[in-house]
């Protein structure tokens, strides 16, 4: 699956686009935030995380568990790791209602922000079949490192893209 540290705040709010504009808050993940998180999850992907993997995520496995919050409502999380000099986006997935509405966008740049000066690359898998991420993520400058052959459950290929800073 295309599947936070200290230092700058990430709590502020963000405005997208006039046309589709919506304000929602970026904050760090709370325990109190995944039965929101997992409906999300399972709504986005076919092979969905469990509760108990993303508690591992919030407790002691990532470097950053981001939300994004509106009115209350978890619209979408991004996660990600940072581990000698390489970042990696473990997971991303926004509520469909909020979808290509600037949600992503703006976690995936908080999250660079985050990682700007800690790592030299950041890295992703993305399913192959994925061509809307793909071209998500080449507009944040990623590009096709390599196929991981049946990397999913399903038999299913992956994208290996990477950033460097």
Known sequence: MERISSGASTSREISTSPENEINFTIRK?????????????????PNPYD???????LTEG????LVAEKEGM??????????????????I???PEYRR?????RLLEATLNQLSGKVNIVELQVSAKNEDAIEFYR??????????????????????MSRKF
């Open 101 to 105: 509405r600037g949600v992503g966008r």
């Open 139 to 160: 507009k944040f400058s990623f590009r096709q490192t390599a196929i991981l052959r049946m990397y999913y459950p399903n038999g299913e290929d992956a994208i290996l």
């Open 29 to 45: 993940c709370r325990v109190e935030d995944l039965d929101q998180i997992l409906e999300i999850e399972k709504t986005s992907f």
């Open 51 to 57: 509760r108990s993997l993303f508690t591992h995520f």
């Open 93 to 95: 997935a926004v509520s």
């Open 74 to 91: 978890i619209i979408g999380y991004l996660i990600f790791t940072n581990q000698r000099k390489l970042g990696t986006i473990v997971s």
């Open 62 to 65: 990532a470097s950053g568990f």
